[in-house]
């Protein structure tokens, strides 16, 4: 089984999802559903050998030198989690479908559904932390999304905001204790470093490693004093909460806990920080749920009372705490799940979800009363369903748990939490839907369809299954899991309903009655709570928030008063320092190897590269003619290059010259041509001696790299292995494409990424301030009158086909002789160029037909594609094959894998060209007041059509 493959599927799905964007909901939601369900049968599968002791691993060298690997494992912990995220997922997809209403972006919706899937399915499968620690930054960044998915609310944005604030910092702290814990234990491969308890414990980072990763964990499960983002999270759709809170987000931080016990836990300082903040967590979160009308609210606020349960049973750090934990995750997914998808059904058909204004449901909406009242009696910890299993457990062991040697506090808080909980979930139950029915529901209640209550009724037939047969369903499962947690053989347990007369029992029968009672004087209680000073966290974050931004505004203005010279300064200065203290600190020792002797050509070019170069600084005041110049450099580096028998990097030079020319141009036209001269005598001495030092330090540092002969140098490997390792005799393209593949495919993102943010700062441009500066702008030079002479029209239209098929000869002759993706997308990008320049930016628009945002994805995604095909045939990254094909009437021919990655290569600089080009010519014509062109070329060719000569 190749985990790799696994954990892909639903980034797959969101994939798919997002290019079937113009299909139905329920045609998205069965695309999620299906990559959801083919990621789920593996991982079942799998589970009869992963229970009985074995352990599944794919493991692929990424960057071996840095510790980074795409290893993953599959034992009993993964397994149970990997479960929950597929399988509660694969409940939720279809409760959404049914949920989400028309005209949602269902699409969008999915996709980052998915996305969020496949993080959390990563965190729960790698092997390597630097690996993990990807896969949680990805789930803050996708849930981000999903809690902000109705952007139009305020309160959408301000959850999403607060909860990438939270998760986000708790995972800077997460990633600095991971990274401590690696360099501890000697390795970043999990299995390792769960093996080396003793020179962890032993080591004196240890306490700072622990309380770093605790900061992320607690973070991320919403324990106290980072609690208060989880509730403004319930400004997402209903399906999402029902995910984050059951299996997914909330639970990262309780399977880190988990998953790291065997090496983190058994001593005082693991103890007291998480048992403790657990106790604090689940007290404090079960009371502020009693006091909430929402119900989602209510739910949230329970999830962070048994999140905290959790912690606190993985902080007793004993074999039997860490077995109740294992089993009450378990159970509280199912019933919580089936909650929230329980409140979604009542806000959904009532029109509220308030249950001051809710009542007597169970006369009108007899099937959702039944799913609620059966989730919520098990969240109460009441026979004989799941949740009474686990809670009875959880006080079992903490009456003989002490606390800083007090054996009577953590029994006295676990019962007070677990009173509060019954009367929170008496409270949902009773003020839902019994009680007399209304005359004011906002919407007359009914019971939903099917697709609505099935998903949840999956979810409460197994709160009552593993009630009743807890052993036959849950017994091995929890065992094999615990196993896996402690790293040894679980203790000795009994999964059933009756124990006997324990203290256990009289501290539930304590909990169920006192929260009956409490239920029954809840108006009186709510009255002492208002009353109570508590501090509103969300008023402490937005204040600290304030304070934050204030402060980070005061610093940035300080440093950066928006002058690009003086930034450009401070950078060369310090790279100028920087570079002396190497050269005095430096063993330098001059090479001996012969310099090459000039022929008067080469020495002709230099003069004009030297004069080029003095040329652009004299003419400072004139933009348009230090273009010219700038140009001319461009040409004899071109040249350069083909004299050094380099005719990729003169092609490529030569191309990304016109290309960027042009847009200079399109740029320049809209400042003066003559700018005003700031700048003083002093300052223009000052920078030209910072100039001279500059350019003589790299002149000299580039000489000194000449100089010396390499012993082993590189290129003999590359001569030596482009044809037999990469399949191509050109080997500056197979370098490109292969050996150096992880190079190039960051250039291409940088590239994509570059030309994102000239999409966005010219976007704005054009409204605002700006916009009304721009419309107000007066050339400064006079226009000719032919805006687009007949000429050039047509010889742009001779020039398109052609330059189309030199581009594609380039592009499928680069693995063998000069060209290459790169080289022809910017030779298909110029006669793109030329076309917008001959007819005008409004008629060429018209006649596109593929979206430039599309070009780069697409460019990005086929390159990443290409390398994730090798990692699925167990390669490395961007590994490349080829092989010889002998085809009719063609002949024998060459196929490589790194023609797929050239293609995105190219598509991605087409893509980035054509959306500078867009947003600057769209500018332009808001700037020169132009009219819409309604034919090619200035003379009317309809006009002319029937005149005789």
Not at 706 to 714: G, L, V
Not at 731 to 736: E, H, K, S, T
Request: aromatic fraction near 8%; include cysteine; charged fraction near 10%.
């Amino acid at each position: 089984m190749n985990l790799l493959l696994i954990s892909a599927l639903p980034f797959l799905g969101a994939l798919a999802v997002s290019l079937g964007a113009r299909l139905g909901r329920m045609a998205h939601a069965a695309i999620a559903a299906a990559f959801t369900l083919a990621a789920l049968l593996p991982v079942l599968a799998a589970a009869p050998a992963v229970l009985a002791g074995g352990r599944l691993s794919t493991r692929i060298e990424w960057i071996p030198l840095l510790g980074l690997n795409a290893d993953y494992f599959l034992d009993p912990l993964g397994l149970m989690f990997a479960g929950l995220i597929l399988g509660i997922g694969l409940l939720v997809i279809i409760y959404a479908a049914f949920y989400l209403a028309a005209g949602e972006a269902t699409a969008r919706f999915f996709a980052f559904l998915m996305l969020f899937q496949g993080a959390m399915l990563g965190i729960v499968l790698s092997d390597n932390i630097l690996l993990l620690l990807i896969y949680w930054e990805l789930t803050s960044l996708s849930s981000f999304l999903l809690i902000g998915f109705w952007s139009h609310l305020p309160e959408g944005r301000q959850g999403a905001r607060m909860a990438l604030a939270v998760t986000g910092g708790g995972g800077l702290a997460l990633i600095a204790g991971m990274l401590l814990l690696g360099q501890i234990a000697g390795s970043y491969d999990l299995t390792r470093i769960l093996a080396a308890r003793e020179v962890v414990q032993a080591a004196p980072l240890y306490p700072l490693a622990l309380v770093l990763i605790l900061i992320g964990c607690f973070a991320k499960s919403a324990q106290f004093p980072f609690h208060f983002w989880l509730p403004h999270a319930m400004a997402a759709p209903t399906p999402v909460s029902a995910y984050l809170h059951s299996a997914t987000m909330v639970k990262a931080g309780v399977f880190l806990l988990a998953r790291l016990w065997p090496v983190l836990s058994g001593t005082d300082l693991w103890f007291y920080l998480v048992a403790t903040t657990g106790l604090v967590t689940m007290l404090a979160g079960a009371a502020i749920a009693l006091f909430k009308d929402d119900l989602k609210a209510l739910l949230a606020y329970s999830t962070i009372s048994h999140l905290g349960l959790l912690t606190m049973l993985f902080g007793f750090a004993t074999p039997m705490a860490a077995v109740i934990g294992v089993f009450h995750i378990l159970n509280h997914a199912t019933f919580k799940a089936a909650l929230f998808m329980n409140a979604g059904i009542v806000d959904h058909e009532v029109g509220t979800r308030d249950a001051r204004r809710l009542g007597g449901l169970v006369h009108l909406m007899p099937i959702a009363a039944t799913l609620g009242t059966i989730a919520g009696l098990s969240m109460a910890g009441l026979p004989p369903f799941n949740g009474f299993l686990s809670k009875e457990m959880m006080l079992e062991e903490a009456a003989h748990t002490g606390w800083a040697g007090q054996a009577w506090l953590v029994p006295v808080i676990a019962t007070i939490a677990a009173l509060l909980s019954a009367a929170y979930s008496f409270r949902f139950v009773v003020q839902v839907y019994f009680g007399p029915k209304r005359s004011d529901y906002p919407h007359a209640p009914h019971d939903p369809g099917i697709g609505l209550w099935a998903a949840p009724a999956v979810l409460v037939l197994l709160v009552v299954l593993i009630g009743l047969f807890p052993g036959l369903l849950a017994g091995g499962l929890v065992r094999a899991v615990s196993g896996a947690v402690i790293g040894a053989e679980p203790p000795h347990f009994a999964l059933k309903m009756w124990h006997g007369l324990t203290p256990a029992l009289l501290m539930s029968a304590i909990a169920v009655l006192g929260g009956a009672a409490l239920l029954w004087r809840h108006a009186g209680a709510e009255a002492v709570w208002r009353r109570l000073p508590i501090p509103v966290a969300k008023r402490l974050f937005d204040g600290a928030m304030a304070l934050l931004v204030a402060g980070s505004r005061a610093v940035t203005d300080r440093v950066n008063t928006g002058s690009l010279q003086r930034t450009l300064f401070v950078l060369l200065v310090v790279s100028l320092a920087l570079g002396l203290e190497g050269i005095a600190t430096g063993d330098y020792r001059p090479g001996v190897r012969a310099p090459l002797t000039a022929s008067p050509v080469v020495m002709l070019a230099w003069l004009a590269l030297l004069g080029g170069t003095v040329a652009v600084v004299l003419s400072e005041g004139h933009r348009f003619l230090s273009l010219v110049y700038i140009s001319v450099i461009g040409l004899v580096v071109s040249l350069g290059f083909i004299y050094l028998s380099a005719p990729d990097l003169a092609l490529t030079q030569i191309s990304v010259e016109v290309v960027t020319i042009l847009l200079l141009l399109l740029a320049l036209n809209l400042l003066p041509k003559m700018p005003p001269s700031v700048d003083s005598g002093t300052r223009r001495l000052r920078d030209a001696v910072l100039a001279v030092l500059g350019g003589g330090g790299v002149g000299w540092l580039a000489y000194a790299v000449m100089m010396r002969q390499p012993r082993d140098p590189i290129s003999a490997f590359h001569w030596a292995e482009a044809k037999p390792g990469g399949g191509g005799t050109n080997v500056v393209n197979v370098i490109l494409v292969d050996f150096r593949g992880f190079d190039t495919f960051g250039e291409i993102i940088v590239l994509g990424i570059a030309a994102l943010g000239i999409f966005s700062l010219l976007q704005t441009a054009v409204r605002g301030t700006s916009g009304r500066r721009l419309m107000a702008w007066i050339p400064d030079l006079v226009r000719s009158p032919e805006r687009h002479p007949m000429m050039l029209v047509v010889a742009s239209r001779l020039i398109l086909p052609m330059a189309m098929v030199v581009a594609l000869y380039i592009f499928l002759r680069g693995h063998n002789m000069p060209g290459g993706g790169f080289i022809a997308g910017l030779v298909f990008s110029i006669a793109m160029l030329v076309q917008y320049m001959a007819s005008g930016f409004a008629w060429a628009e018209e006649r596109r037909r593929i979206e430039r945002h599309a070009l780069i994805c697409f460019g990005v995604l086929i390159a990443a594609a290409t390398g994730l095909g090798a990692m699925a045939f167990g390669h490395p990254f961007l590994t490349s094959d080829f092989g010889y094909f002998h085809l009719p009437l063609v002949g024998e021919v060459e196929l490589a894998t790194a023609m797929l990655f050239d293609v995105g290569v190219a598509l991605a600089v087409v893509g980035a060209v054509m959306l500078a080009l867009a947003q600057l010519s769209n500018a332009t014509r808001r700037a020169e007041k132009l009219e819409r062109t309604e034919h090619p070329m200035d003379i009317d060719p309809s006009r002319t059509a029937g005149v005789q000569p």
